[in-house]
């Protein structure tokens, strides 16, 4: 997963046609940790997005702008656009993933 380092760096990454996910974290959150241990798994699953991820502490405007309430939390782009948002709550295990991205309709 790769880490985007700027704000311009978010708006090219989440701008393209390719749809992608952007995990939002931060450096002190235990569930974050935990999704750690099992995302890489599920990268490998799901091929057809790209992965990133931002520190939602260093970009809290970022956050606030795209309704990030709980961390962490995957949300899906495409054309500059929030497709789907799979909040912190329903984000504990590999299965809520998958099950999340198996409904995402682009």
């Not at 970009?59 to 909040?87: C, R, W």
Request: aromatic content about 12%.
């Amino acid at each position: 997963m790769e880490a985007i380092k700027s704000a311009e760096e978010f708006k090219t990454v989440t701008g393209g046609e390719a749809p992608v996910i952007v995990k939002f974290y931060a450096d002190w959150c235990p569930d974050c940790k935990v999704m750690n241990m099992f995302i890489g798994d599920v990268i490998k699953d799901y091929p057809q997005y790209k992965w990133y991820e931002i520190n939602s502490d260093a970009f809290q405007a970022i956050a606030d702008e795209n309704q990030v309430m709980g961390i962490p939390s995957l949300l899906v782009f495409q054309n500059g656009e929030k497709k789907a948002h799979l909040h912190s709550a329903n984000a504990k295990s590999p299965e809520e993933v998958r099950e999340f991205l198996n409904h995402v309709v682009l």
